[in-house]
């Protein structure tokens, strides 16, 4: 469970998060939900470690994260997998490197052998496992960010981190990386992070979903709960697009429907 | 100007901090001699090789009094390259070439957040990524100027003797005359300077780099032009101290 207590943070003076409290379950997909611009992205990175906060505290399972040594920032380090906006590979390592390299760097102990083993059954679990051979310039997008999912979880993550893991990427593509998410939350119980905008990955996989507008958290809840939120950012957020707006309109016509549209989207139901 | 100073003495800090494992710096400074040594060699040949078949040519244009003996062509050559066009115009080569690709790779790297996927990873990215470039510069530059000062020589040698404006035994006399063998060390000071310089200076413009594609390029020429910069200005207060 991370925990995020009274974050502040500014740029130049302009306070871009106003102090933010809220909690990661573990085991759920908590998503990050907000328009452009809200501070998610600047969220994340103050909880990863990227960027220090002004005010406010983070805790990793009761450990504090913020202000603490560096021997216990880079225990809790080494425990953080996460998948960014552009997949952020290694452009001059092979997949398999790729997925290889935290294994490398941050378990010693393993042999190569055991490495390549774990490589596989990683690069098996995001369904990649005969593109170990290609480089990242070779590959999709969407192939892209199974590598960095694979090369996340490889060494075993407690806390995974996804910016955006949905961006440039077509439909259908997005729905399979929320379910890969998805599936790997709650096969290794950990705690999941996901920065979005996508109302299709709300509907997926928003076991936990926490709203920002303009830096400040306005609500949170549940997928189920979402959709009758009253919160008028809220609202014009998710409504913003017609498609949202139409299955509203159906809902009200037949009492209940958007509800049934939510719990047919849960990820988890159709694998 | 200050604050960048000071940003880069915490930088250069921060590189040796939390370093990684030894068998992992050993083999990124391989990895990374390859590039900047191995990868080289051919562009210093040419230039070192050109430069002393030209200084040749040049002195024997402008020696004409026929009291100065032709062995002082070769002399001048000789002291040329060791003193000055080795160890800095290979250095100025080296900042075009090495510079730009290490500055340009780390720009890139942090641009497409590579560099914050080490961090997340709990890697020290300035340790891995910076130090073994600064180590495989420091270890290879003086490698590249001393085969630059064989080459300029030779290069002196072929230009003096195929264009006749000398004579072999008057080239190999004049390069043999008044040897100071403390001329060797004072260049291979340069050079390690000049590598730190190089290496360091590039590898802080490339990590820095913020926003996009144009910023990158911003970040080479930048490296670049500001490596040039501090090698002339290493150039005059060594050869100020150490002469």
């Not at chain 1, 809790?76 to 997925?99: C, P």
């Not at chain 2, 290979?90 to 720009?107: E, F, N, Q, Y």
């Not at chain 2, 270890?139 to 195929?162: C, E, K, R």
Request: glycine share 10%.
């Amino acid at each position: 469970m991370i925990e995020v207590s009274n974050i502040e943070k500014s740029f130049d003076g302009t306070a871009v998060l106003k102090g933010i409290s809220c909690v990661f379950e573990t085991g759920k997909c908590n998503l990050l939900l907000g328009g452009s611009g809200t501070g998610k992205s600047v969220l994340l990175q103050c909880i990863v470690g990227l960027m220090k906060p002004d005010i406010g505290s983070i805790t990793f399972d009761g450990t504090i994260y913020t202000n603490s040594k560096v021997d216990i920032r880079q225990e809790i380090r080494r425990k953080i997998g996460m998948l960014f906006q552009g997949s952020a590979l290694f452009d001059s390592m092979t997949v398999a490197e790729n997925v290889e390299f935290p294994l490398q760097m941050l378990t010693p102990e393993m042999t190569p052998e055991e490495r390549r083993e774990r490589v596989a059954f990683c690069l098996k679990r995001v369904g990649l496992e005969n593109a170990g051979n290609k480089m990242p310039a070779e590959i999709s997008g969407g192939m892209k960010k199974r590598v960095g999912i694979a090369r996340a979880i490889a060494p075993q993550c407690t806390y995974l981190f996804c910016d955006e893991p949905n961006s440039g990427l077509d439909p259908a593509t997005s729905i399979k990386i929320d379910q890969l998410i998805y599936e790997i939350t709650h096969e290794y119980d950990i705690t999941t992070v996901i920065v979005t905008h996508d109302m299709n990955s709300v509907i997926e996989i928003g076991e936990h979903i926490i709203f920002l507008h303009q830096g400040k958290k306005l609500w949170d809840g549940t997928k189920e709960e979402i959709l009758n939120a009253t919160v008028p950012e809220l609202r014009d957020f998710i409504f913003s697009s017609s498609l949202v707006r139409a299955a509203k309109r159906i809902d009200e016509e037949t009492e209940g429907g958007m509800a049934a549209f939510a719990e047919e989207g849960d990820a988890g139901a159709g694998i | 100007m200050l604050k960048t100073f000071g940003t880069f003495i915490l930088f250069l800090r921060g590189m040796v901090t939390r370093t990684e494992s030894f068998r992992v710096l050993w083999n990124r400074t391989m990895e990374e001699a390859m590039l900047i040594g191995v990868d080289s060699i051919v562009i210093v040949s040419i230039v070192s090789a050109f430069i002393g078949a030209v200084t040749c040519v040049q002195i024997a244009y402008n020696l004409t009094n026929p009291l100065i003996p032709q062995s002082t062509i070769g002399y001048m050559v000789r002291e040329m390259t060791i003193l000055e066009l080795a160890p800095t115009i290979t250095s100025i080569v080296l900042a075009g070439k090495v510079g730009s690709s290490i500055a340009g790779g780390l720009g890139t790297m942090r641009i497409t957040e590579q560099v914050s996927a080490l961090e997340v990873m709990g890697i020290n990215s300035t340790s891995y990524l910076v130090l073994p470039r600064i180590i495989a510069a420091l270890l290879m530059f003086p490698l590249l100027v001393i085969v630059a000062m064989m080459l300029s020589i030779l290069g002196g040698y072929l230009a003096g003797t195929l264009t006749g404006v000398m004579t072999s035994q008057a080239y190999i006399e004049g390069i043999r005359t008044d040897f100071i063998p403390y001329n060797i060390v004072f260049a291979l000071i340069k050079a390690v300077v000049f590598a730190f310089l190089v290496s360091g200076i590039s590898a802080f413009k490339g990590y820095y780099t913020t926003g996009g594609a144009l910023e990158v390029g911003a970040a080479s020429t930048g490296a670049v032009t500001n490596s040039i910069i501090a090698i002339l200005l290493a150039d005059f207060a060594l050869a100020a101290l150490l002469l």
